[in-house]
């Protein structure tokens, strides 16, 4: 089966080798532990960081009305201020762990000098933000179009695909489903906690435990410790639209 390129609402793409090894071989490792924040709202990002391992959530404050939303899930190998990283027009995003993390850390001017100075990482990089920006853009696109339980599925289906799993392997040669395959339980490798789903999908934590309650009792949603496991053909519907957009 021929794999699609997809684009996962609110997660960007891996990173490009050319990049992942600058960081690497420049940057700074530490440890993290949840709740730490790399930078708040009134600061552009300084220095960059790039997620080894864990996530981070990259938000939007609404003062207004004391809400945060997650414009962006940044796992492994991706990066923080990937959106405005030659301009550095303000935005008022903050970025912060959602559970313990490895984090390499460069300083802005290091980062942007070394990036220009390979034509193979200026590329590849240049590229990488426009796959990065229509992420968040459909993220964006899922929460203002999309009821919540729809948006569930759209967040559940991103975090899949963006960590490995293949809808594409479970269609066979008459292009149907297995659906046998499906209905197998799939665990989510993201710590989620109610707050969390909260922040991606701009719900209240009453509205996101309704939800959460009604999968479970379908059979399709499952808590044993910190991890979600899904039953991946409640997802299908959200899996589509992300084919078809991307």
Known sequence: ???????????PPELPESVVNLFMENGKIQSVR?????????TE?????MVVSGVMSHAIINDELGKSTAISL??????????????????PTRAETMDKAELCSISYKKLLDLIIDSKQAYMDFSKYKERGNKADLYGMLTIMT?????????????ILL?????????????FRY???????????PFRLTRQNIAKIVYSSGITIDRHLAEWAKEGVLKREGPL??????????????IVLRS
């Not at 089966?1 to 997660?11: A, F, G, S």
């Not at 990002?45 to 960081?49: K, T």
């Not at 979600?228 to 639209?241: C, D, F, G, N, T």
């Open 1 to 11: 089966m021929q794999y699609v390129d997809l684009v996962n609402p609110w997660i």
């Open 34 to 42: 949840r709740g730490y924040i790399s930078h708040y709202e009134n």
């Open 45 to 49: 990002p300084d220095p960059i960081v």
């Open 74 to 91: 940044i796992p492994a190998k991706r990066m923080t201020g990937f959106s405005n990283f030659f301009t550095r027009v303000r935005m």
């Open 146 to 158: 999309q009821p919540v339980d729809e948006r569930l599925k759209m967040m559940f289906a991103s």
């Open 162 to 174: 963006a960590t490995g799993y293949k809808f594409q392997d479970l269609i066979n040669t008459s």
């Open 178 to 188: 297995d659906y046998n395959k499906l209905r197998e339980w799939t665990e989510v």
């Open 228 to 241: 979600y496991s899904v039953r991946p053909e409640k997802l299908i519907s959200a899996y589509e639209w």
